[in-house]
């Protein structure tokens, strides 16, 4: 194991906003408990006062400062620290760690980044070089070119063929992404995108394919498993977090599972990240043909949900891999008997549904697609779906009692209503 850092820099969850919320002072949380449990000092930035990762008893000091190079780097001027973990506090602490990178702040400082490096964490962000080294190992990914113009955008759309999808590279919550069926759709879209970032990637819309997720845990020996596999109810072109998400998978054969699972893994290693990461697939439910969407190198909204759907915690053990702890040292801290190098096996499934809550958005339109809306979601446990699924929807407290004897809601046309998601 390599030689621990004795003072640790934690990038915490900042403010909380729709598409970056609860999930990530829960992963940041049980950092900061793992680096106490191996006598590492933490030092957590977070301005966020109402999170558990703020409490007293957590972190050694805590600056309650913006997440940001400028605030971040005075804090390292100060502290001195020989280590910095970038990826428990979402999508802000990855842009940031990024930037400071790229400034030279970290190799300036001494400074380590703990877990997945600078060089994965780019190959994963930056659409361009993701679809690059994606081809290196020969994993489909969907038909895309990066742009960084709205000139660029159209004539790419015009080469690919409409429909298209507009993804943001360096964002989360699918903030300013969506579906264009023409030029003049297009155009509006890309200039509301490059209001938010500097590249855009135009790609091939998979209408009607499955989107299917795996969460995976890989250690500085090249040891790797899968934690669990999540299937969106909705289809792709639906953010995540707008989706009903069952774990694990109910539709894929065995096949498609062990395929898809094993890919997964040969992405892990081949980019190189060390803890946990998410990798989104597109499936084709008639062809079985996939697509990878998308690898996030860091703790997410789908890493709490399989951490509570499993029992096998998740952001505590990437700490640890963080630290140089290899899976096979280390105890699932919940279980207290099984390795953390042990598959979880599920006798049981999970639902999720996400809670909408437009009320106080009285413009807004109440469609989802694949920018994120919800402001939280719940979680139920049953044998079958159908135990889990009636749970879920009584527990959203919108005066449901389940999926039907619902006499307050109608839907004139069923068939429109399942097409365009509300």
Partial sequence: MQRLPQKVVVLGSSALKIGEA??????????????????????????????????????????????????VKKVIEQERPDGILLGFGGQTALNCGL???????????????????IEAIQATEDRGLFVKRLGEIDVPVPKSVAVESVAEALQTAEEIGYPVMI???????????????????????????????????????????????????????????TVCNMENFDPLGIHTGESIV????????????????????????????????NIQFALN???????????????????????????????????KLALGYGLTELKNSITRTTMACFEPALDYLVVKIPRW???KFRRVSTRIGSGMKSVGEVMAIGRSFEEALQKAL??????????????????PDVRNELRNPT
């Fill in 246 to 277: 069952v774990a694990p998978s109910q539709t894929l054969n065995n096949e498609e599972y062990h395929s898809l699972r094993e890919v997964s893994v040969r992405v892990v290693r081949h980019i190189g990240i060390v803890g946990e990461c």
């Fill in 394 to 411: 009584r527990m959203l407290d919108i005066g449901v009692c389940g999926l039907t004897g619902n006499e307050q809601l109608h839907f």
């Fill in 285 to 319: 439910p008639r062809t079985g043909a996939y697509r990878v969407i998308e690898v996030n190198p860091r703790l997410s909204r789908s890493s709490a949900l399989a951490s509570k759907a499993t029992g096998y915690p998740l952001a505590f053990i990437a700490t």
């Fill in 99 to 117: 930037q400071l990178a790229s400034e030279g702040v970290f190799e300036k400082n001494g400074i380590r980044v703990l877990g997945t490096s």
């Fill in 22 to 71: 609860g999930e990530f002072d829960y992963s940041g949380s049980q950092a900061i408990k793992a680096l106490k449990g191996s006598g590492v000092q933490s030092i957590l930035i977070n301005p966020n006062i109402a999170t558990i990762q703020t409490s007293e008893h957590l972190a050694d000091k805590v600056y309650f400062l913006p997440v940001t190079p400028e605030f």
């Fill in 357 to 359: 809550d437009l009320k």
């Fill in 167 to 225: 993804r943001i590279a360096f964002a989360l919550g699918g903030l300013g992404s969506g579906i264009c069926t023409s030029a003049e759709a297009l155009k509006e879209l890309a200039e509301k995108a490059f209001s938010y970032t500097s590249q855009i990637l135009v790609e091939e819309y998979l209408e009607g394919w499955k989107e299917i997720e795996y969460e995976v845990v890989r250690d500085l020996h090249d040891n790797c498993i």
